[in-house]
């Protein structure tokens, strides 16, 4: 059965934290996203990397980074965790080509203090 | 860009009662997919739409596409409480997929 995993389902991180949100996926994509969650405002693309090494902005880049070292790990890095990040953090994977479907994580759930 | 645009935000029905989301796109798309949401959970692909003016049915769940491929809807006949949820459409972007913000579902038994 296809996959994703999240490190954490809850976590509770202190203001100018580094934080770091792991996600692994068993299907062997090539694509793998990281979005946040708040009420009313949808799914929000932070990163997203669609090789090894390879990473792409989405549509609210500013105060994460990403890391792929691996082809089934995407890491989410806030270098300094802020209070206006908290929020559900979703990662997806998906294989390359239209019309595939894209599976998610379980979603970790950040409240940084 | 391309933008995605769901409505409504927000619906409330009695268990029994008809429900449509909307979607509409700024572009045209190559296809189309809807995703499920629970309560607590993480978006669950339902189906993709590929052609234009297709339909697809999942049991009391109704799938279009637009002719012009701009736009589709999801309708759900005599909810049920299991249908509670966010549904979300999505259109490729690239190697992402553009979300629309959802419609989330609230069914009153």
């Known amino acids: 059965d296809v996959k994703v995993t999240q490190s954490s389902r809850y976590l509770v991180k202190r203001t100018g934290e580094k934080v770091f949100l792991e996600c692994v996926q068993d299907m062997d994509h090539e694509n793998m996203f990281w979005y946040r969650q708040d009420p009313g405002l949808g799914l929000r693309l932070i990163y997203f990397?669609?090789?090894?090494?390879?990473?792409e902005k989405g549509d609210i880049p500013e105060g994460y980074s990403v890391s792929r070292e691996k082809k089934e790990r995407f890491s989410l890095i806030l270098e300094s965790a802020s209070t206006n990040q908290t929020s559900m953090y979703l990662c997806?994977?998906?294989?390359?080509?239209?019309?595939?479907?894209?599976?998610f994580g379980p979603g970790t759930r950040l409240t940084v203090t | 860009g391309q933008q995605v645009m769901q409505i409504p935000q927000y619906q409330h029905v009695q268990e029994g009662e008809d429900f449509t989301t909307y979607c509409n796109s700024s572009?045209?798309?190559?296809?189309i997919q809807w995703y499920k949401q629970r309560p607590g959970g993480h978006p669950v692909f339902l189906i993709q739409l590929v052609k234009s003016g297709e339909v697809k049915k999942q049991k009391r769940l109704t799938f279009q596409f637009g002719e012009a491929k701009k736009n589709s809807s999801l309708h759900i006949t005599a909810t049920q409480t299991t249908d509670v949820g966010t549904y979300f459409c999505?259109?490729?972007?690239?190697?992402?997929?553009?979300f629309g913000k959802g419609t989330s579902l609230l069914v009153t038994p």
């Open positions: 990397s669609y090789d090894v090494k390879m990473k």
């Open positions: 999505a259109g490729p972007s690239g190697y992402a997929l553009n």
């Open positions: 997806a994977s998906r294989q390359t080509g239209g019309g595939y479907e894209q599976y």
């Open positions: 572009t045209t798309l190559s296809n």
